[in-house]
Structures are given as C-alpha cells and as structure tokens.
C-alpha cells in the first residue's frame, strides 16, 4: 500500500474581488514508502498550496488525501512539513537544541532519549557545538538546517518539504541537499519535496512530477535512476541527466500561461 | 558653499562619545553652580546645584524621600500590575478571537482618546483622597499601550509560525502556551514598558492633584512652601526613580526574554 | 488589515448596550447618581453648558494653549532634532544629558515652571512644550541619524547644497520617524495641557473638570470629559488628514510590505 495518496485533489480561493481562482487542478499520485519524490513547476503555479494541502493545513476543495490508505481531515501525527521560510518557522525563543527538541516534545516525549535523540539529529545535520545557539545567531543554511533537524526528530514517516533551499546561496544549496540525502539514507524516511531548481529534483529524487501551470495539475511523470548513492560531480555530469533536465525544462516553459 | 559635515563615516568611538557627554554635563553643571552663586540668574527660583545636592543627601538620610517614594511606587505597582493582570489575557484573547474584538473595538476606541489626567476627577469623586483613587487612575492609563501591544503581538504572530506549530499536530492549548505566548511576548513587553513611564507620570499626577503624600505631591508642596531646593531634590529623586525603574525593568526583560537582547542588538 | 471596514455592528451594539445599562443602572439608584449620573443627563448637561457659553471660552483656551505648545514644541524638536542627528559631535555631547532627563516625568516640571513663570498661559504653554518635545527629539534624531549614507551621498553627488541635501533629502527621509513623534507629542501635548490646568486652575477645560468635581457636581464634570475627549478626537483626526496627505508615499511603501 502506498504511504501516501493524493486522490483528485483541487484546491481553490476566493479572491478579495469576488471571484474564485482555481489553485490546484485535478491531482492524483502515489508515493510509496521510503521514496524521494519531486514536484517540479513553474513560479506561481501553486506548488506550495499542494503542499499545504496534502499536509493537511488547507482544506482541500475536493479530492482526498490518504495516509497509510486511512483519509486525512487535518496535519496527520505522521507527517511534517519543512517550511520554505525558515526563519519564520524557527521559534525564536527557544535555542537551536529547544527548537530540535520541540516536535518531541510535543508528542509528551520529554525523556533522556529524546533529548539524545535531538542532539544526535543537530550533529548529523552538521550543527555539532551550536545546541545553546538562537537561531538569529544562525546563517541561512545553518536555520533551515535546525528546521530539517526538528522535523525529523519528531519522527515523521512523510517528510514534506517546500523549496527548503530556494532562498539560499547555490553552494549552501548543493552541501544541503547532500546533508538531505545523507539523512534520508540513514533514517529511512519518505520524502515528498517540492522545488522549481530542475536540476536539484533530478539529483535528489526517485520520481519527479511534472506540474502545469496555475491550476497545477501534473503533466508528466519521470522515473530517476540513476545509482545512490548520488554525487554531485558524477551524478551530475552523466549524459541521461542533462537528457532529463531538457525534457523537463522544454515541458514546463512549454507550459502556455493561464 | 555650505558642506555639512558628517562626521559618521569614520564614527565617533562611544568612549569618544561618552566622553564628550560627561564633559558636557559637567559643563552645565558647573555652569549652573556658578550662575546661581553669582546671582545670573534668581537664586530662589534655581539655587546653587551644591545647595540642591546637599539637601538631597540630608532628606536621603533622614528617610523623607525614601519613604515618600515608597509611598507612591507602592501605588503606582498595585494599579500597573493590576492592570497588566487584567488587560494582558483580554489583549490575548481580541488577538485569538476575531469576533470578540470587533465586539469590544467600539468600546475601546471611545475610552483611548480620554486623556489619561482627566479621569482623576472622577477617580476622585469615587474614592476621595484614597490610594485606590491613584491604584484607579493607573490602571486606567496603563490600560491602553498594554491591551493594544498584547492584541497587536497576537495579531502579528506570522502565519508560517502558526502553521508550523500544526505540523506538528499540536493540540490548540498546547499551541497557545507553546508557541502564541512565547511568540507575542516580546510585544507584550513592549506595551509593559511603554506604561511604566506613563505609570510614573499619572502617580505624580495624580498626587499633585489629590494627595498628601508621596513624591508628587512632595515636589508641589515644597514649591508651595518656597522650600525651592527641596523641590529640585525631589525631582531629582523623581528622576533618579524613572531611570532605576527602566534599568530593572530591562533587567527583566533580559530575564525573560533572553533570546531578544542579542536579536535587537543585531537590528541596529 | 481590512481594507474597507464594513459597519461593525456587534461593537456598536456592545456600546450601546453598556450606555443603556448605565443609563438604567444609574437612574434606579440615587446614591449612584450622584457619583454616576444617567447618561442622558450628562449629554443634557452638556447642551446646557454649551449653550451657556462658558465651557466653549474653557475650550478656546485649553485649545489655544495646545496649539501654541505643540506647534512651538514640534517647531523646536524638529530643528534640534536634525542638528543633533547630523551632527554626530554635537549629538555626543547631548546624549548623557537627554539620558538623564528623559527618565523624569515631564510633570514634574510644573511646580518649577510655577516658580519661575507664575500661574498663568505662559506657565501652561511653557510645560506643554517641554514635555511635547521630548518625542519629537527622539524621534527626530532617531529618524536622521538612521538615513542611509547612500541616500546623502546620492544627494551630493547631484550637487545639492547643504540646504537642499536638508530639504530634499534629510527632511523627507526622516519623516516617517518624525511624524511618529509628533503624533505621540499630540496626546502630550493634550494631557499637559489639562494637567496643569488642574494643578494651578484657573481656567480651562482641565481646570473646569476639577472644579465641577469639586463642587460635586458630577453631570457638568462628566460633560466636560465628554468635551475634551471629543477635542482630543478631533485633533487626532486632523492630525491624520495632514498625515496621509504628506506621507502618501511612505505610507503606500508600508502598506505593500505588509502584503
């Protein structure tokens, strides 16, 4: 059984004007456990509504959304979502180690273990030595870092996430995607990513989809294959990956506006 | 050609700067010392600052002014926390609860614009010359910056804050002490420090007008009795209170708010 | 924020049901009257005042000694406010002494301001503007000194003299900030006024205030509480006519970042 299920999902809006703007088309998918799977799409094109939705924090206008085939109505306990504003998702209160400890203990796990848990999460993202830091004290990298660290100290089995790295620098952006990647590997979790760097959902994922234009629905569905664990320089400079970024960059410029 | 001149590129070091500030001071002060020996300027109306100074140190020792201040900041507290116990959870509640501010606006709008002084009259007529008339007239003053800073910091509280607390499938209680407080509480703080002045100003006030103690109505008195110097000692006093009550209230807002001191200081 | 605010019934309903319990309330109960008297007679009370003339020579003076304070005291807290923004040595040399002044209550300033000026307008206007100053000061210097050095140095690069840079580029840049001091002076302003009113009285609606209280009568007190609090209304709006008038551009700027 698929972990996760997106059943005819749409999505739309009222506008302040009065009309209503359609968001999310019609949006059907699967993903299986343990896989890395993309949404690729052009700007605008409502990336981060699919996400929201399927994370349950927006009410969809139809469709379902099914984890482990059980429907969702509301943010399921077995599944987070990584925030592409970082720095207005970190609790500015609590230091690096209190916001990595938060999902933990939010579930009422207050325990030796989930304190190690944590600590073991912040040095294997790579942030050894900051566990008192706030995160004003942190660069761009070094937050959404915390941020990734804190959702999956919390465990989750789906791990949702929206353009974690679009707004950093390109080398932070390379380092954390294979900080990602490195993780993922280690602790099994599924992730459902979301980006418009075509390039990055290639080197990360196991599928890609494909999104039109604002309604987004999906237009094509890719299956990566190259071997893991992935490399910057060798993944990268294989002839099938700039085959499969041309593709998809010719699908969405292709894409005629709406 | 006018230039003006900035001398802000290269900035004036602050020991430079604090230096300038104290040598200035002391310019003034000398200045004053001086005039008011050699009778620059009236005497009876702005006495010799040594003369100040010295009675200054006599009404500290003999616990005149000590015991007047108490009296007032013990006023003054009661009313400020009073109404901080009050108007910061219904600050809360208007931010989480849409309906229940629109429900209160009006009443909220037409009470903001009294000023605060010309409710002691009433504060009067209601409790007399008592200390409940100044406790009144303070939380009433105090009400204002602290109800709208709570409402305001609720209000404010970014979305991707809140959605992220949902992630986590937090429970709404645990959603309001866990992440809404915490939040909103450095603008909660913001309307506590905004009143403090006010608190001081509205306890001097308020003894100027109906009192027969405390710091307020000592200054007014001694200016009524011609005991000028003792009034300047008062002030200074006054002053001396203002600025103790800012430090220790920063003090505790470093306390509590450890994560906002380093967060400022990057915003200047 | 919403844009157009649709009538908010509920608040008003709110309000008038809190009139109607106090109208009620106070009228069952004679003890109370006299503390809390029926809101009708308060609005009565007030149309009688007014038309007896009295309480408008009241109104005119504490609104002529608002003027002359705030106007004075925005006047000089803008002028000083630039100079010591700009001029960092002079601004350094001040600073300690602003530091220790700001911490003490303007009031206290009256029975000083008796002594030197006596009880009259001259006193009242006096401690208007120096407690309507400090505000403004702060602000001002705040505002200045915060001006990008780009934005100076753009100006310079296209010429302008020192006092253009100060109209063109200073003054305009700083406003935001200016303007916020100079609304928190308006109720300053307002509360030294009444205060000192009530303190020396002899006239004025601070003055007024007091004496009915004191003469127990509790509709004209309140009636003159009403007055003032619907002259402190007016100035407010006045004050926000002038403001997005002359700060449309700051104020478009803001409103677009909090999109």
Not at chain 2, 79 to 86: E, K, T
Request: net charge positive; with cysteine; hydrophobic share 50%.
């Amino acid at each position: 059984m698929p972990i996760l299920e997106v059943q005819g999902l749409s999505k739309s809006y009222r506008q302040m004007g009065g009309d209503t703007t359609l968001a999310i088309g019609n949006i059907t998918c699967a993903v299986e456990a343990g896989e890395f799977v993309s949404f690729v799409g052009p700007s605008g094109c409502g990336k981060t509504t699919l996400l929201m939705s399927i994370a349950g924090l927006l009410a969809p206008s139809s469709g379902r959304i099914l984890v482990k085939g059980r429907e969702i109505s509301g943010p399921p306990p077995n599944l987070v979502l990584v925030f592409q504003e970082f720095n207005k998702s970190l609790f500015a209160w609590r230091s690096v180690l209190g916001n990595v400890r938060f999902g933990l203990q939010a579930r009422g796990n207050r325990s030796r273990e989930a304190e190690a848990r944590a600590r073991s999460l912040i040095e294997l993202v790579g942030l050894k030595g900051f566990e008192k830091a706030y995160p004003w004290e942190l660069s761009g990298g070094m937050q959404q870092r915390v941020a990734i660290a804190r959702a999956l100290a919390y465990g989750p089995e789906v791990l949702l996430m929206d353009e974690p790295f679009g707004s950093l620098d390109a080398l932070t952006r390379l380092e954390l995607e294979d900080t990602l990647l490195r993780l993922w590997a280690e602790l099994r979790t599924t992730i459902l990513f979301i980006t418009h760097d075509i390039e990055e959902a290639i080197y990360l994922s196991d599928r890609i989809w494909v999104l039109s234009r604002r309604p987004a629905e999906i237009v094509e569905e890719l299956r990566i294959d190259f071997a893991r664990p992935r490399d910057q320089v060798t993944t990268r400079a294989e002839a099938r990956f700039m085959e499969l970024r041309n593709d998809i960059y010719q699908r969405i410029s292709g894409e005629g506006g709406r | 050609m006018e230039q003006c001149h900035v001398r802000a590129g290269v900035a004036i070091s602050m020991r430079e700067s604090k230096l300038n500030g104290l040598l200035f001071l002391l310019g003034v002060l000398l200045v004053w010392e001086l005039a008011a020996r050699a009778e620059l300027v009236n005497p009876l109306v702005v006495p010799p600052l040594s003369r100040i100074l010295t009675i200054f140190y006599d009404l500290l020792g003999s616990g005149q002014i000590p015991m007047q201040i108490l009296v007032s900041m013990k006023r003054a507290l009661v009313g400020y926390l009073l109404a901080a116990l009050v108007f910061i959870p219904l600050g809360i509640l208007m931010g989480l609860h849409d309906r229940l501010y629109r429900s209160l606006e009006v009443v909220v709008e037409m009470l903001r614009p009294i000023p605060p002084p010309v409710v002691i009259p009433v504060a009067l007529l209601f409790f007399g010359l008592e200390d409940t008339m100044k406790i009144f007239v303070i939380f009433f003053s105090c009400a204002w910056p602290i109800l709208l800073n709570a409402l305001d910091g609720v209000r404010h509280i970014d979305r991707v804050l809140l959605h992220t607390a949902q992630t986590f499938s937090l429970s709404r209680g645990k959603i309001l002490w866990q992440v809404i407080l915490p939040a909103s509480s450095p603008q909660i703080m913001t309307g506590l420090r905004v009143s403090l002045p006010i608190m001081l100003i509205l306890v001097v006030i308020s003894e100027m007008v109906g009192s027969t103690d405390g710091i307020g109505y000592f200054i007014l008195d001694s200016q009524r009795r011609f005991k000028v110097a003792q009034m300047y000692a008062g002030m200074l006093a006054l002053a001396i209170l203002g600025y103790g009550l800012n430090l220790l209230f920063n003090w505790l807002c470093n306390l509590l708010l450890p994560w906002q001191a380093g967060m400022t200081r990057r915003t200047e | 924020m919403n844009g157009s605010r649709n009538f908010n019934r509920r608040g008003w309903l709110l309000f008038a049901v809190l009139l109607l319990l106090w109208e009620i309330g106070s009228r069952s109960s004679p003890k109370l009257q006299l503390y809390l008297p029926p809101v009708s007679q308060i609005l009565i009370t007030l149309g009688d005042l007014l038309r007896a003339g009295e309480i408008v020579k009241h109104l005119a003076t504490t609104l002529a000694r608002f003027v002359e304070g705030y106007i004075f005291s925005a006047a000089l807290a803008v002028t000083l406010g630039v100079l010591l923004g700009y001029f960092r040595f002079a601004h350094s040399l001040v600073e300690i002494v602003i530091e220790f002044l700001r911490p003490m209550p303007s009031v206290a300033i009256i029975p000083v301001a008796v002594l030197m000026l006596g009880i009259g307008d001259a006193m009242i206007v006096a401690v208007t503007v120096y407690a309507s100053t400090w505000p403004v000061l702060i602000n001002t210097i705040d505002g200045v000194r915060r001006i990008e050095r780009t934005l100076i140095d753009t100006g310079r690069t296209f010429g302008l003299s020192g006092r253009q840079t100060l109209w063109r580029v200073i003054l305009p840049a700083a406003s935001p900030t200016i303007v916020t001091g100079l609304r928190v002076s308006l109720s300053i302003a307002l509360i030294l006024v009444t205060t000192a009113e009530m303190v020396i009285g002899s006239r004025g609606l601070g003055f007024f205030i007091l004496d009915q209280e004191r003469s127990m009568n509790g509709a004209a007190m309140y009636a003159g509480i009403v007055l003032v609090a619907l002259l402190g209304y007016a100035l407010n709006r006045i004050f926000l006519m002038f403001e997005s008038r002359a700060m449309r551009w700051s104020n478009a700027m803001s409103a677009r970042e909090s999109l």
